[in-house]
């Protein structure tokens, strides 16, 4: 029994390390697709799909296309589609399991009491995906912010030259990389399967969630529906999210201190009981196998997460 016992257990922790090698791979992967195709949209291309099915592939990857799945609340699903996780839902729940799995089994070994395990693993199975989720949208929010104000000037001077701007925002998705190649990709191709420009442009909205979004959408509208020099518009648009970017990274820059503080008096405690565990093992030995010892753990990691939070908090600052 206690064999058996102890292959369950490597299993367990197997099948843990997979999942969290699939997790950085998720995470980090998709860095290495812009090398082969400028973005997801034009890699689909050349696979022989028509422009239809890659709309269609685009918007099943992203959960906006067949069945809702019984995983997805509309909170979560909205953010794993601004996130652009391409993965399938239940597969990327299934791989945050066994990464909470990993962790608790780690805990476990390290002499954490099964009545603190068992709550915990379906607590890290809800926070891991929503904490995954959103490092990729911020991620991908900060990249979104980025291109935004070139691809307004390359819609600016596609305009110059006459062309409409379905057009234009056509040569967008041709021309610049992921995210904001494929999005602008999935705008001009509803346009060509029926839509109307406002309404594909809300969409993008919805998919992306970026806040410069609005003012896009709002120009494109307002010029849809009453006329006026969108070439204009678009120019004095482009230099405003310019400036806009500008002004958040001073402000980024002049609260580092706060969110250093926050790092540091995170790290100190951290980094010190690591030292002592390495260079006296003896000196926890005694009182891992205390409940006492998990629920002082447990009291202190809960007050300094709070800490934590009220320092970012107080560092960080949203227009």
């Not at 603190?116 to 995954?132: D, E, N, Q, R």
Request: aromatic share 10%; charged share 20%.
């Amino acid at each position: 029994m206690l064999g058996n016992g102890l292959y369950l257990i490597y299993a367990a922790v197997a099948l843990s390390g997979v999942m969290v090698a699939e997790a950085f791979y998720l995470l980090y992967a998709g860095r290495n697709d812009r090398r082969a195709a400028i973005n997801r949209r034009m890699k689909l291309q050349e696979n022989k799909l028509s422009q239809e099915q890659v709309l269609i592939q685009l918007r099943k990857e992203r959960g906006l296309e067949g069945r809702a799945s019984w995983f997805s609340l509309d909170g979560f699903r909205k953010l794993r589609t601004q996130s652009g996780l391409v993965m399938p839902l239940a597969r990327f729940l299934l791989t945050s399991s066994g990464v909470a799995l990993a962790v608790t089994l780690a805990g476990v070994w390290k002499g954490l009491p099964f009545s603190f395990a068992i709550p915990l693993l379906p607590l890290l199975c809800v926070v891991f995906p929503v904490v995954a989720l959103k490092h990729l949208k911020k991620r991908r929010h900060k990249l979104f912010g980025i291109q935004l104000p070139e691809a307004l000037e390359l819609i600016t001077r596609s305009l110059k030259a006459g062309h409409p701007v379905p057009v234009a925002i056509a040569m967008v998705a041709r021309e610049m990389p992921d995210p904001i190649g494929t999005e602008f990709g999935v705008v001009a191709d509803e346009v060509t399967y029926g839509s109307d420009l406002v309404s594909a442009l809300h969409n993008l909205f919805e998919r992306v969630g970026h806040e410069d979004l609005p003012l896009f959408v709002t120009a494109v509208s307002i010029q849809h529906s009453s006329g006026g020099n969108l070439r204009e518009i678009l120019d004095g648009l482009s230099m405003v999210i310019r400036e806009r970017g500008k002004l958040k990274r001073k402000v980024r820059a002049i609260s580092t201190e706060g969110r250093m503080s926050a790092y540091i008096l995170t790290a100190v405690p951290v980094l010190l009981m690591t030292a002592i565990m390495v260079l006296m093992p003896q000196f926890y030995g005694e009182v891992w196998g205390e409940p006492m010892t998990w629920y002082l753990l447990g009291g202190s990691l809960s007050w300094l997460m709070l800490g934590n939070f009220m320092l970012f908090k107080m560092s960080t600052f949203k227009f």
